[in-house]
């Protein structure tokens, strides 16, 4: 028997990289060769336990790599069939992403898939040009469709992991849950549980994390690494649960944890007191932006409804918050001292 191919992950100690590794291993024949700047840190630590079945199998390692240093890159893609990266924001970010095209195009990486963020100076029309983890994101992307011939982009939502953050769900001080919103009490939004979705869409259906080494029964999605570039280069999927207002948001946390819940709504320049200077352009910005596309767009207002083809290709979706909170057992303010 042929040993299986590997699939490397840029990003697998985070939110989204994670989530991929455990639905790579739960619902496909592939290896996991996990890319980690710490590997003897607490989350790559951390990762091995949680898939411990496949570490023992031989379909898990995590390796040093590091996005700055082209030969560790070299080291790390060498005999892998296929990349998934999660870029993490960085000033050189655009600078590590095409090293990390360049590696993989030397390497003979198979199929790149690749989450990334649209141009929203590009989708404004000019207007709004400080949006930079977007831009950066979108400069990679346009670079590894250069570079490499088989490139699947995905396209996160709105985080839920976000609603973590005080910044945008709080408890007040009766101790009801608060959600924020920046701009319109009628903005629509439309999200993704960025820790489980996007490797449901890279990957397939992920099983719980206590038996990522079980196998589905019956047939599951084949998403894109499984459908294989034939099927899934060159398009754009977009990672998302249908629009809802915040006020739908605090409703469906209402009613799956039984916690009253309510929204605020504040203005867009003053909503974000308290983050750091430097990512108040991006934060306003992109929420102004957000607040003037209308309630049907859909991957930030670059695409129509009807070009998502997702789950015609993939057979996937995105999760309501609903299925977010019972599947996490998130509550608002949790981590909140």
């Known amino acids: 028997m042929s040993p299986a191919q ?3 992950v840029v990003g697998a100690t985070g939110h989204q990289g994670a989530g991929v590794v455990a639905a790579l291993l739960s619902s496909t024949s592939f290896s996991v060769r996990a890319l980690s700047s710490n590997p003897s840190g607490s989350k790559a630590t951390s990762l091995l336990a949680l ?3 496949c570490v023992k199998a031989g379909r898990l390692e995590v390796v040093q790599a590091d996005l700055n240093d082209k030969e560790s890159l070299e080291k790390r893609l060498k005999g892998a069939y296929g990349l998934f990266a999660a870029m993490t924001v960085a000033e050189n970010e ?3 992403g095409k090293t990390l095209v360049d590696v993989a195009k030397a390497e003979g990486i198979e199929h790149f898939i690749y989450s990334s963020l649209p141009s929203i100076a590009k989708a404004s029309g000019g ?4 949006v930079f983890p977007f831009e950066n994101k979108a400069k990679i992307e346009q670079y590894a469709k250069e570079k490499l011939e088989d490139v699947t982009v995905l396209i996160p939502g709105a985080l839920y992991s976000k609603l973590e953050m005080p910044l945008y769900a709080r408890r007040g001080d009766d101790g009801i849950a608060i959600f924020n919103v920046a701009g319109s009490p009628d903005l629509q939004l439309c999200w993704v549980d960025d820790g489980h979705d996007v ?3 890279a990957a397939g259906t992920c099983l719980s994390s206590s038996s990522s080494s079980a196998r589905l029964i019956g047939s599951p999605p084949a998403a894109a690494f499984t459908k294989g570039p034939a099927a899934t280069a060159g398009k754009t999927y977009p990672i998302e649960a249908p629009s809802c207002t915040m006020k739908e948001i605090a409703a469906q946390y209402e009613a799956v944890t039984g916690e009253k819940a309510t929204v605020q709504a504040n203005p867009v320049e003053s ?3 308290g983050v750091p200077e430097a ?3 991006s934060l306003t910005e992109v929420f102004h932006y957000m607040n003037e596309l209308g309630p049907d767009s859909i991957c930030y207002g670059t695409m129509k409804p009807e070009e998502d083809k997702s789950f015609e290709d993939l057979g996937v979706k995105a999760s309501s918050l609903t299925e977010f909170v019972e599947r996490t057992g998130f509550k608002v303010g949790a981590g909140e001292k």
């Open 6 to 8: 590997i699939i490397a």
């Open 51 to 53: 898939h411990d079945k």
């Open 94 to 96: 655009v600078e590590q």
């Open 127 to 130: 207007k709004y040009t400080h």
């Open 199 to 201: 490797g449901t869409y």
């Open 271 to 273: 909503a974000f007191t």
């Open 279 to 281: 990512l108040l352009p």
